[in-house]
């Protein structure tokens, strides 16, 4: 994209630089998957060897509303689920949904997940797990959504219109009853939504490749005393062009019922967050986000919200609420 003499107000420049990280406009990279305060309540979606390991049939849903007040800014959903399956239950099998939407775009993805595990120890319940990820990403751009300088600039012509693209990733998880961590790539393939040559060779041309996101997570669960634990968690994403991604947060859980706690991502924001144990089979978590930096003068910070539902066996033993 070429930028152009015009008056642009101060928060639309922080909106359009937001998008073109997303697109990788000029080939520029830059964060694409959308990013997550609950993190460790959402694992399954960028982490695959997470399926199965809650050992009961979960389900997620996670609503995001980011840079509130701010026009075009992203809005995100999640949807997952997952159970154990086969004989020892040392399988698991989910469904990750995510549709993200940011100023005239919209991009859908459903994949299948999958893990394998292996149980190292049997005193603590120590299991290695094994994941893949696959299905299909779709785009949309809607370009009669934005004010464009000049209405023949050929690079706005044509909207894009439901761009498919297969997706392909792979994780590993360990966990204790207190302990986790994994390391995951939600999708292998570098595919572009754009294509040079419907550009007619033009000199300047614009592709937005989806770049390789690098995860990692881990969290560590305390036993304070027997109505409080404490939970210190990490989030670390790196994507190639782009800044490292790190998130810390902590989380006191009362009485097996309430959970409070605060995050912090690294010169982005910080964060304020909420949980609450309904029933044995029941999770509502909610989060804010203040933003640290000069976008905060342009909206009311970011707010998310998650329901997960966790449906028990007849036959199974609930001894205490998992905290992740």
């Known amino acids: 994209m070429k930028y ?3 008056a642009y107000s101060l928060p639309y420049l922080y909106l359009l630089l937001a998008i073109s990280s997303f697109f990788g406009i000029q080939k520029i990279s830059g964060q694409q998957d959308p990013q997550y305060t609950q993190y460790m309540y959402n694992t399954q979606i960028v982490n695959p060897a997470y399926a199965g390991s809650r050992e009961v049939l979960s389900l997620g849903i996670l609503g995001r509303m980011q840079w509130v007040d701010l026009e075009g800014a992203p809005r995100t959903g999640t949807f997952t689920i997952n159970s154990p399956i086969g004989l020892y239950d040392n399988m698991g099998l989910g469904l990750s949904i995510v549709y993200d939407q940011i100023g005239p775009s919209t991009e859908s993805n459903a994949v299948v997940d999958y893990s394998y595990s292996i149980q190292l120890a049997r005193r603590d319940i120590s299991r290695l797990s094994f994941g893949l990820k696959a299905g299909v990403d779709m785009l949309d751009v809607d370009y009669t959504k934005l004010t464009i300088y000049d209405p023949n600039d050929p690079f706005f012509q044509s909207s894009v219109d439901n761009k498919i693209q297969p997706q392909v990733g792979a994780g590993i998880y360990y966990h204790t009853q207190k ?3 994994g390391f995951s790539v939600p999708n292998f393939l570098n595919s572009k939504h754009f294509d040079e040559a419907s550009l007619n060779d033009q000199e300047l041309a614009s592709i937005a490749v989806e770049r390789l996101h690098y995860f990692f997570i881990t969290g560590y669960v305390f036993d304070l005393n027997p109505s409080l634990k404490f939970k210190p968690a990490a989030l670390v994403k790196f994507v190639s062009g782009a800044p490292l991604q790190w998130d810390v947060s902590g989380n006191f859980l009362i009485n097996e019922k309430i959970a409070l706690g605060g995050a912090y991502r690294w010169d982005s924001s910080a964060s304020a967050m909420a949980g609450f144990q309904i029933t044995d089979g029941i999770f509502i978590g909610l989060a804010y986000d203040y933003q640290l930096t000069a976008i905060q003068d342009y909206s ?11 449906i028990f066996n007849k036959l199974d033993k609930i001894l205490t609420p998992r905290f992740f």
Request: glycine share 6%.
């Open 179 to 181: 302990f986790y961590a």
């Open 4 to 6: 152009r003499k015009q």
């Open 300 to 310: 009311n910070g970011s707010y998310e919200a998650i329901v997960r539902f966790d």
